[in-house]
């Protein structure tokens, strides 16, 4: 948590920023009132970010593509900065973010709170 009491995740970019915010105030309005999404410019701008949260003591999720370059970013947060691996979230079944899964994005919420899930029956086809 930051300075006003609320969570933090960080992502590789603006483009995931707009999906995670688009999908949060379909199924989950709350989640942008709790949580600030801080975009990366690219997987390795997420270790500076990883770097002053962790200074600054928030408690923070990094969330990152499921390609070569995520997976080493991941090791890189958790061996030098040491960043518990259960707050490095990838998509299971995709490779990137906009590829998530319903599924992906509750493991994402559940990451970031477990008091936040989505009810069964909530699909990214409902709006």
Not at 65 to 81: A, P, T, V
Not at 85 to 102: C, G, N
């Amino acid at each position: 948590m930051d300075s006003t009491g609320r969570g933090t995740c960080s992502s590789n970019g603006i483009s995931d920023l707009l999906y995670l915010g688009s999908w949060a105030s379909i199924f989950k309005p709350e989640l942008l009132e709790k949580f600030n999404v801080f975009p990366g410019t690219g997987a390795p701008t997420l270790l500076l970010l990883g770097s002053l949260f962790t200074g600054w003591g928030f408690k923070f999720v990094v969330l990152l593509d499921n390609d070569d370059q995520g997976k080493s970013i991941r090791e890189k947060l958790i061996r030098d900065l040491l960043v518990p691996a259960s707050r490095v979230v990838h998509p299971k079944d995709a490779k990137t973010i906009e590829d998530l899964s319903p599924e992906d994005f509750q493991a994402l919420l559940a990451e970031m709170d477990n008091s936040l899930s989505l009810n069964a029956g909530e699909t990214l086809l409902q709006q």
